[in-house]
């Protein structure tokens, strides 16, 4: 499945705006298919040993609890250059300078709640879909 799948979360914030369905459309309509879906909520040792990889830099207790703050919605989603492409969707990390029409331009509170999570290569996607799904879980 490498290079054609990437892993993403809409993350508490944009669970709680409603903004579900909107953005699961976007991505539909950006051409990914959805290989596997469902609605959860990280604990806060889930969410720790997700984001254990920024466990030295100084805001990973925020993410940590923002993370485990709410439901997210977890996804693995399929496409030729999957990663890369979904991270153009997704726009910056930062939503003042994503680009318009990004999911998080158009979704995210701010830097910090920025709406989804989108891997950031090959190797984390697999990593990051299988944190979270089985393989009976991934069509």
Do not use: C
């Not at 903004?19 to 609605?39: C, D, P, Q």
């Not at 925020?62 to 709410?70: I, N, Q, R, T, Y």
């Amino acid at each position: 499945m490498s290079g054609k799948i990437t892993f993403t979360m809409i993350k508490p914030d944009a669970v709680a705006d409603g903004h579900i369905g909107a953005i699961l459309r976007k991505i539909s309509e950006a051409g990914f298919k959805i290989k596997a879906l469902k609605l959860t909520q990280l604990t806060v040792a889930d969410a720790k040993k997700f984001y254990e990889v920024h466990a030295e830099r100084p805001f990973y207790g925020e993410l940590v609890d923002f993370m485990s703050s709410g439901p997210i919605v977890a996804a693995v989603l399929e496409k030729d250059n999957a990663v890369e492409d979904f991270r153009t969707v997704i726009g910056a990390t930062n939503p003042a300078e994503a680009a318009e029409g990004t999911i998080r331009k158009m979704f995210a509170r701010s830097i910090g709640e920025n709406a989804v999570h989108g891997s950031d290569s090959d190797e984390n996607a697999l990593i990051e879909a299988q944190f979270h799904f089985s393989g009976r879980e991934i069509f």
